[in-house]
């Protein structure tokens, strides 16, 4: 019979902290990403070096994709990576209440057709929006205050919101906008197969900034992040990134 060792349980109690920290690693990029290994490493408090080695455990198991970092003016040295969650991590992070989720709006779709399914996506999205609308009307008109407030507003509930502008510089004649993306849905795994969350909420994004607005990518589909255009007059002033957090 195999006595454990004082040895082998320090070495067991470091395997389960090191796994609890990948998965911290992995909820991160989750919610922030792209994001690259310093911004990971500041947000959880943990080193570079540690960031690093978890970052290339979780995609050589396929959960986290690699990609070349926009460029900040011009840097030295290789060119910075950020990373997104590839779709082995969205199913990594998927738990049982989305499979819950999904056997009842399926049993609803079969009993009361998908029109029931829809009619509860839009309660569902209805009461975002009616709390939302609260807080966006004490923003003002300014379109670019609006969406400020709605980026606020969702990262609170938890997806990871973020906004920037968009347009071609030096041809105002183009149609220009905000960008507002979404790194993590609560809904995804459902949406997946119910695209009429999606759609709900795109339409209370249309009705609370009061104009209408174009949903370019979602997660549900197998995009890294949600991205909807707002469009505005014109481009605002400033040209970062803006995002809550």
């Avoid at 990948?22 to 070096?49: F, H, N």
């Avoid at 809904?187 to 909420?201: L, N, W």
Wanted: hydrophobic fraction near 35%; glycine fraction near 8%.
């Amino acid at each position: 019979m195999n006595i454990p060792t004082a040895a082998a349980g320090a070495r067991e109690a470091s395997q389960g902290l090191e796994s609890r920290t990948r998965d911290r690693v992995l909820q991160a990029i989750s919610e922030r990403g792209p994001i690259t290994a310093t911004a990971v490493a500041d947000e959880l408090g943990l080193t570079v070096p540690a960031v690093r080695r978890h970052l290339e455990t979780l995609t050589e198991r396929g959960l986290i994709d690699e990609r070349e970092a926009p460029s900040q003016g011009r840097r030295r040295g290789r060119p910075a990576r950020s990373y997104v969650l590839a779709e082995g991590g969205h199913g990594a992070l998927e738990s049982d209440y989305d499979h819950l989720a999904g056997d009842a709006l399926r049993f609803v779709a079969a009993e009361l057709g998908d029109d029931a399914v829809r009619r509860f996506a839009q309660a569902r999205v209805g009461e975002l929006e009616s709390r939302y609308a609260v807080e966006l009307a004490s923003a003002g008109e300014s379109p670019e205050a609006r969406v400020d407030a709605l980026v606020g507003a969702l990262t609170r509930d938890g997806f990871a919101a973020s906004a920037r502008p968009v347009g071609d510089d030096g041809h105002p004649s183009r149609l220009t906008g905000i960008q507002l993306c979404q790194g993590h849905c609560p809904v995804q795994h459902v949406a997946r197969e119910f695209p009429q969350f999606c759609d709900a909420e795109t339409e209370a994004f249309s009705r609370l900034l009061g104009v209408h607005v174009q949903r370019l990518a979602t997660l549900a589909h197998g995009d890294h992040v949600c991205t909807t255009f707002v469009p505005t007059p014109t481009l605002p002033d400033r040209a970062t990134e803006r995002s809550s957090r």
